[in-house]
């Protein structure tokens, strides 16, 4: 069951966060842009292991891991955060409204969900 939806931004830079408890780790599935996709996922059992499987030509583990990083600094437990979020011929501009959408996603979770 998912524990947490958070929606930041409109239309084509709409990023979510959704967040699943699975027994004592945590799932993150942060989708959004024009297209939901799977673009990486990201592990992290302590600070100092982090692995991250990348889908070719994508960049979305440059999310994923920063997401992996905040989160786990809070929570301190197992965490998986599958990325995806697209938009076709994004300029620095638009990708920079996307980093900032999905970290604002972050940061009301992180505020708003109890440990």
């Not at 966060?17 to 959004?32: A, C, F, P, Q, R």
């Not at 939901?36 to 600070?47: F, P």
């Amino acid at each position: 069951m998912c524990l947490t939806m958070i929606c930041v931004g409109e239309g084509r830079y709409s990023v979510r966060l959704e967040s699943y408890n699975i027994g004592k780790d945590m799932l993150i599935v942060m989708t959004g842009g024009e297209e939901d996709h799977i673009g990486s996922a990201t592990l992290i059992e302590t600070k100092s292991y982090l692995q991250t499987m990348i889908k070719k030509g994508h960049k979305d583990h440059i999310v994923s891991e920063k997401i992996a990083n905040i989160i786990y600094d809070t929570i301190k437990k197992d965490l998986l955060v599958v990325c995806g979020i697209h938009i076709d011929d994004a300029n620095k501009e638009e990708i920079d409204i996307l980093v900032h959408n999905a970290q604002r996603c972050v940061d009301i979770f992180l505020k708003e969900t109890k440990w």
